[in-house]
């Protein structure tokens, strides 16, 4: 459902504004940010994103 909004939506340009980043991000927006951290879930993930075990809960990454 992430992938297909709009990159660019009121409420997630305003947390970028509200919530900025303290290091340089690899993202353009907070929508492609979190399509690529809810891929890494299910995986062990990668960078900053890995984890001891996949998360294959939905309440779990909530």
Do not use: Y
Request: no cysteine; net charge neutral.
């Amino acid at each position: 459902m992430l992938a297909k909004l709009e990159p660019h939506l009121p409420i997630s340009d305003r947390h970028e504004l509200d919530v900025p980043q303290k290091r340089g991000v690899w993202w353009s927006s907070q929508q492609q940010h979190m399509v690529h951290w809810f891929s890494d879930a299910v995986t062990r993930g990668s960078g900053a994103f890995t984890r001891a075990e996949p998360n294959t809960s939905a309440h779990t990454t909530l």
